[in-house]
């Protein structure tokens, strides 16, 4: 997959489109979707053997493993297991009518509480809590520009970034971590300022967390330049703040600022690379180890595969794949991602250890982004054959069809609610 370039103002915009955090910005409201319907099949994939047929543990109207939260006609709204049934969770108001009303938002794994950033006033945002089902909302922050709410494992803290803003050094930017109950957000690690723009890489660093440890002790965070269009990947203690910078792969190779998954035990990351001159990222994989940010490569087979947005569940690491293409063409700001090939992925299975690759599906997907279901039992993603026609498909691990959940998507994110009895 081509890599998102987490920078700056640039980075504002593109987190608004993924669901993310600036606080301004114009949005077209969805259309109303139908029933969950089976999905045409896409670009064909290389034919894995077929998959064993297999039928979901759950009640017979279930289509997802877990409630769905996604942003639809700007409000957070929940899609029911049933893959129809929908409530809206959120009222915000967008500053115009063109506006966004919602700049990012997680769900507690533990509860599923929802946090999100909402408009405040001028262009300052606003930190908002509810229960699983919308009530008792909550202001926990305000007048500041906020970004990147991330709920921590057991469902009592949010990670997240307070950017640079003339708030009289209050609140220095950073990443912050706040209590779901409120209180003064705890200062954790603070943006190192630009003290030498010719520094190779940069020596600056804008900081944002984007994964918590399964045991809520680090935070997987992305480590971007504040000089140059770079981007890498580090992990921190979320009690001392003391940081740790994953290695670099190979000379040219950073760890890239993409989906990235811890292991059960909170030892290591598995990450993908990048060389920061390519517009792809590199074939394969790596594990990095967050206490010495020691990184070693995981054998895989075909070695020239590309994987990205892993997920661990026990000795199995579950990734979408695509072959690598013949060429990776040299990155540049001013170019068009429509000038390069697309590329079309396919959920399969490995063993955390390396080895073959094996297929879960036969077809393939070009995609915007994407999140596996916390079991494996598949993935949602944000489909682009059809730039016009965004779909969010739901894609079973068991080979069965594809299922449109959503057509006419226009915010890219998704996260899974509490899974239910």
């Not at 070695?303 to 979408?320: C, F, R």
């Amino acid at each position: 997959m081509f890599r998102i370039r987490v920078f700056s103002a640039a980075c504002l915009a593109l987190a608004a489109l993924l669901g993310g955090s600036a606080c301004t910005g114009p949005s077209t409201a969805v259309p109303p979707t139908a029933a969950p319907t089976a999905a045409p099949s896409p670009t064909a994939a290389p034919a894995p053997p077929t998959p064993l047929a297999t039928t979901m543990p759950t009640p017979a109207n279930a289509v997802l493993p877990a409630p769905l939260y996604i942003v639809d006609e700007e409000q957070i709204v929940r899609i029911e297991r049933d893959g129809i049934t929908r409530k809206q969770m959120t009222n915000e108001a967008p500053p115009a009518t063109d506006g966004q009303a919602i700049f990012g938002f997680d769900a507690s794994p533990a509860n599923g509480a929802l946090a999100y950033i909402a408009p405040g006033p001028g262009e300052s945002c606003v930190l908002v809590r509810t229960d699983a089902d919308g009530g008792n909302r909550s202001v926990l922050l305000d007048n500041l520009p906020l970004a990147a709410p991330l709920l921590s494992p057991n469902g009592t803290t949010i990670a997240l970034s307070i950017l640079e803003d003339d708030n009289a050094g209050v609140y220095p930017a950073g990443v912050y971590l706040l209590p779901i109950t409120g209180g003064k957000p705890r200062l954790l690690l603070a943006n190192k300022p630009v003290t030498d723009p010719s520094a190779e890489d940069g020596d600056g660093r804008g900081f944002e967390a984007v994964a918590w440890s399964p045991d809520g002790t680090k935070l997987l965070v992305n480590a971007s330049s504040l000089a140059l269009d770079f981007c890498e990947l580090a992990i921190v203690d979320t009690v001392s703040g003391a940081l740790v910078n994953l290695a670099a792969p190979a000379p040219d190779l950073h760890a890239a600022c993409v989906a990235a998954a811890w292991t059960p035990d909170s030892k290591a990351v598995y990450f993908i690379a990048s060389d920061p001159g390519k517009w792809f990222t590199e074939p394969g994989i790596w594990r990095g180890d967050a206490a010495s940010g020691a990184v070693a490569p995981v054998p895989i087979e075909p070695a020239s595969t590309l994987l990205s947005y892993p997920l661990i569940v026990g000795d199995q690491l579950y990734v979408l794949a695509a072959p690598a293409p013949a060429e990776n063409p040299f990155y540049s700001p001013a170019a068009d991602a429509s000038d390069f090939p697309a590329l079309s992925f396919t959920p399969v299975s490995l063993a955390l250890t390396g080895g073959t690759i094996a297929p879960l599906r036969r077809d393939a997907h070009e995609l915007y982004t994407a999140r596996w279901a916390p079991d494996g039992s598949g993935a949602v993603i944000f489909e682009r054959s059809d730039p016009s026609n965004i779909r969010l498909l739901w894609l079973r691990s068991d080979g069965s069809p594809a299922i449109t959940i959503l057509e006419g998507a226009e915010r890219f994110a998704a996260r899974w609610g509490k899974p239910e009895p």
